[in-house]
């Protein structure tokens, strides 16, 4: 039951983060036009499901004029907003109120902001807690989003056994994360890889709009483009068992989509998404239509 629609209102993004899922920089192409995200709200509308509506990229403070009408158009319609930003805009709490402001004044649901040491290693260029403040100010809801560097922990993991080593501060190795950050991290067989852990690929609880028409139901892996086939029939026909990365990831997780398609692998990895990945990644010539854009797996 798809309850949110997420706008990737563009790929550019004025950080380059390590542990960047989607390969945002300052140089990715992909934003979306004013009617393209009329057409997609209108197509939201449609499903009938769809509560929320969220704002997010790359950065989505970058075309902020446009994030502001797209967000009024949604209000309109009875969507809840919401926005995901690095607050790179909030030089001072009194500067964050004027970006803020419109924003308090159509009115939004959820603001969450990145907050840690990927995002602003010194502490004195965090500028988070000036957008907090700010928010607070104007009596908008906000919370962070918090990622650090992966560590290495002895512990119970939900699906592991006492005393195996976790691996701690939520980044996950999709992305650019693969490229950067699993060195000295420690693995697990590939065998044992299941289930996917994070996403509802049943369920289709939310999906992740880009402005190239893929509906994303994990970064990068696409149920269909929505500017081939209406977002509303592709919601409505999406049959998961039938979807060639998905089906094979319900059945038995990256371990069976390595198997039914014969991929080439290692024997460890250092978490489920980091061995979908690279199967994904093996595939992408394959399923061109799924698993796009390329260029969130670091590809032109
Ligand atoms: S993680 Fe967020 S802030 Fe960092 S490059 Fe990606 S979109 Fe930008
Ligand atoms: S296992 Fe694959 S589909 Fe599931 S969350 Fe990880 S990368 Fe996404």
Redo the contacts with the bound molecule.
């Keep these: 039951m798809l309850k949110g629609i997420h706008f990737l209102l563009t790929y550019a993004?004025?950080?380059?983060?390590e542990?960047?899922?989607?390969y945002?920089?300052p140089n990715a192409k992909g934003t979306f036009t004013l009617a393209q995200i009329k057409e997609v709200l209108g197509e939201s509308k449609k499903i009938g499901t769809v509560e929320w509506i969220f704002w997010e990229?790359?950065?989505a403070f970058l075309f902020y004029p446009i994030m502001l009408e797209g967000m009024k158009i949604a209000k309109d319609m009875e969507f809840k907003n919401g926005i995901v930003t690095?607050s790179y805009w909030a030089t001072s709490t009194e500067d964050a109120e004027i970006w803020l402001k419109p924003i308090a004044e159509i009115g939004i649901s959820d603001f969450s902001v990145?907050d840690d040491t990927?995002?602003f290693e010194d502490e004195a260029e965090n500028l988070a807690k000036f957008a907090r403040k700010a928010a607070d100010n104007l009596k908008l809801s906000s919370h962070s989003i918090t990622i650090e560097e992966p560590t290495i922990k002895t512990g119970i993991d939900k699906d592991q056994e006492k005393g195996e080593p976790v691996i701690g501060g939520g980044a996950m190795f999709r992305g650019r994360a693969v490229e950067n950050l699993i060195e000295g991290l420690p693995k697990r067989s590939w065998k044992e890889m299941i289930k996917c852990p994070y996403e509802d690929l049943d369920g289709l609880g939310r999906i992740h709009v880009d402005p190239f028409g893929n509906a994303h139901i994990c970064q990068g892996l696409s149920i269909g483009n929505f500017w081939e086939k209406p977002l509303s029939e592709l919601i409505k026909d999406y049959k998961p068992e039938d979807h060639p990365i998905c089906g094979p990831l319900i059945r038995g997780g990256p371990a069976q989509l390595v198997k039914e398609y014969e991929i080439d692998h290692e024997e460890e990895y250092v978490d489920e998404c980091h061995l979908c990945y690279l199967a994904r990644l093996s595939l992408i010539d394959k399923f061109p239509n799924y698993l796009a854009p390329r260029q969130v797996y670091g590809l032109d």
């Design positions: 993004c004025n950080y380059t983060c542990h960047c899922f989607l945002c920089s990229g790359g950065e690095n990145s990927f995002h």
